[in-house]
């Protein structure tokens, strides 16, 4: 690692104010084509879809968009790609976690160049039961290399996929270490004792649980939103969720969105997702998943549509 009193100078007086996010962010699904090839024009009008109904980003390339099932080259044009198509720069959290430093450097400076809004880093999730050092290492080296002060780096808490916990002292100490360039953290943990311990540790960071389900008790308590895999079906209703005012019909309506959750709870998630959209946009291509997940069994489709017809959505 370089000198961080000297990096702390640089980033200073590069510095140059960054809007943070909040509200409801879409980890957007990668369509595919039938080879597996990326639909970038899919995803584009995807998109700009998730804007129109409300939300106030899109965390792409994380866990939902299959991001590791993708390569570093596809994952760099597609952020191209979207912003040549009108996608606005800075509602973009492009993921750029990678189990590897220069990788992780590279699709970072790419997406600050490119005027993102922030990034979401996992951190390094081949090896396991690595130490709280050992963490704290990659992350300062993602930073340190970059070397920008207009990153806004939002950590990534998934232990259950990842195999790797961020601890409260961890987050306390690349806080501590590089300021604002540690912006935030989504929390995908599945747990609200997880979220809210975050929330109430870190109030100057914008923390973000990944399930709608904890959205109006994470405001409540100062957090900053939700990033929410099925915030690609119900965004609307999420936007609807957090503009409304306190009141039965608010009520309502949080159990509404609760209940669109459970659905894809008893699914597998991305492929779920997947199947909903083929549904909703009638085009089957919408089903196609990287290996090694697999699309929904035609009586998975089956159960997946009557339980949301059974839902209301």
């Known amino acids: 690692m370089h000198g961080q009193s000297d990096l702390q100078s640089s980033l200073e007086m590069r510095r140059k104010p960054v809007q943070g996010f909040k509200g409801v962010l879409v980890p957007a699904l990668t369509p595919f084509k039938g080879d597996l090839s990326l639909d970038e024009e899919a995803m584009l009008a995807f998109c700009r879809s998730l804007l129109e109904q409300g939300a106030d980003g899109l965390a792409i390339f994380g866990t939902t968009s299959e ?23 800075g509602r973009l959290m492009p993921g750029t976690g990678a189990c590897n430093i220069p990788e ?9 160049a490119s005027g993102a809004g922030g990034v979401l880093v996992l951190p ?8 709280d050092d050992g963490v704290f290492a990659y992350y300062a080296e993602v930073i340190e290399r970059v070397g920008d002060g207009a990153l ?12 790797v916990s961020l ?14 360039v540690i912006a935030g953290l989504k929390d995908s943990s599945g747990s609200w004792e997880s979220a809210a311990l975050y929330i109430k540790e870190f109030p100057g960071l914008a923390i973000f649980p990944s399930s709608e389900r904890f959205l109006l008790q994470g405001l409540a308590a100062g957090g900053a939103g ?15 969720l957090i503009d409304a005012p306190e009141g039965e019909a608010r009520r309502e309506l949080d159990q509404a969105v609760a209940r669109v959750r459970g659905v894809f709870e008893k699914l ?9 959209m083929a549904i909703r946009f009638k085009r089957e291509a919408w089903r196609v998943v990287r290996p090694p997940l697999v699309e929904l069994s035609e009586a998975q489709r089956r159960d997946l549509a009557s339980a949301l017809d059974a839902v209301g959505a």
């Open 124 to 131: 390094p999730f081949y090896y396991k039961n690595v130490s």
């Open 226 to 240: 939700c990033i929410s895999a099925t915030a690609n079906f119900q965004v609307r209703n999420i936007r609807r």
């Open 152 to 163: 806004r780096l939002y950590l990534y808490h998934f232990p259950a996929l990842s195999g």
């Open 104 to 112: 992780a450097v590279q699709m970072t400076r790419h997406a600050i």
């Open 268 to 276: 597998p998630l991305v492929p779920a997702l997947k199947a909903a």
């Open 67 to 89: 991001a590791n099932s993708l390569s570093l080259a596809e994952r760099t044009a597609m952020v191209e790609r979207l912003i040549e198509g009108g996608i606005p720069a």
């Open 167 to 180: 601890s409260p002292a961890l987050v306390s100490r690349l806080a501590s270490a590089y300021g604002p």
